[in-house]
Nanobody, 124 residues
Framework: QLQLVESGGGLVQPGGSLRLSCAAS????????IGWFRQAPGKEREGVSC????????YYADSVKGRFTISRDNAKNTVYLQMSSLEPEDTAVYYC?????????????????WGQGTQVTVSS
């Protein structure tokens, strides 16, 4: 079964840090760009970061640029999102997705095949 599993979310105070992981099973991530997306209550799902298949290209939404860092370890079949200087506006469920090309910003479509995501809550 092809699957991506997100983990690492939690409750953190403003200014804190978290590292999210996206682990693949049933397939290898090597040939895919991997995007991190988030969805806050009442808002559209949006792409916030993406990394190319080789890891040489990384992309960030303006809202997270300078605070989030995406990386991948193909040997571990895992992609990470290091989040620092977290703000309450970062509160959302975070998802990862394998893609042929990176996508940032709001997205629509059928999310039924996506994973469960991992909840990030930034609050004092």
């Amino acid at each position: 079964q092809l699957q991506l599993v997100e983990s690492g979310g939690g409750l953190v105070q403003p200014g804190g840090s978290l590292r999210l992981s996206c682990a693949a099973s049933g397939f290898t991530l090597d040939n895919y760009a991997i995007g991190w997306f988030r969805q806050a209550p009442g808002k559209e799902r949006e792409g916030v970061s993406c990394i190319g298949s080789s890891g040489g290209s990384t992309y960030y939404a303006d809202s997270v640029k300078g605070r989030f860092t995406i990386s991948r370890d193909n040997a571990k079949n895992t992609v990470y999102l290091q989040m620092s200087s977290l703000e309450p506006e970062d509160t959302a469920v975070y998802y990862c997705k394998a893609e042929l090309a990176c996508v940032l910003g709001p997205i629509g479509g059928d999310f039924s095949a996506w994973g469960q995501g991992t909840q990030v809550t930034v609050s004092s």
